[in-house]
């Protein structure tokens, strides 16, 4: 069950494999049971052989079937945070583009206060922080850091092909 829509599938081993035998899709709200009873006669309709071999009979819901139901939910909200607004713009996309609602921040646009009550926020499930390195033109302390620690673990791989080990 979908936020939009009521979706069934009807999933048998045919041919010695598993396959799609056949799916339905209702506006949301509409009764499972009937979608499930509306796929079950269109299966049959359209392959009379292979709707019995999978135990489906005409007007029944395919009540002894297995099934899995899954409810989808309203997408949850990642707070985004950087040092800038150059560098929160980027990740603001992605998260978007990742299935969430976003609210964001940086430290040169925002009241501090007010960040502070964004990401405290009781509707807020996650915390994205960010920040741009020191050749993305994007200067800040974490921007350094970041750049730091990158530099760090490229002189750890690079000690680990030539001596065999990191130290």
């Given at each position: ?56 009979h ?7 079937l ?6 989808s ?33 940086s ?17 807020v ?43």
């Amino acid at each position: 069950m979908g936020a939009a829509t009521t979706v069934a599938a009807l999933v048998g081993r045919a041919g010695g494999r598993w396959r799609l035998i056949g799916a339905l899709s209702m506006p949301a709200g509409a009764d499972l049971e009937a979608v499930i009873t509306a796929l079950g006669d269109r299966a049959i309709d359209a392959d009379p052989r292979l709707a019995a071999a999978l135990d489906v009979h005409r007007g029944e819901a395919a009540r002894d079937l297995p099934r899995l139901e899954v409810v989808s939910h309203a997408p949850r909200r990642l707070a985004v945070v950087a040092a800038s607004d150059r560098a929160v713009d980027p990740l603001v996309a992605t998260a978007t583009r990742s299935g969430w609602r976003t609210v964001s921040g940086s430290a040169e646009s925002m009241d501090p206060l007010a960040m502070s009550t964004m990401l405290l926020d009781a509707h807020v499930t996650g915390i994205l922080v960010g920040a741009g390195t020191i050749n993305s033109n994007d200067f800040s302390i974490a921007g350094l850091g970041v750049s730091l620690l990158g530099a760090v673990i490229l002189l750890a791989i690079v000690n680990l092909f030539r001596r065999g080990r990191v130290r």
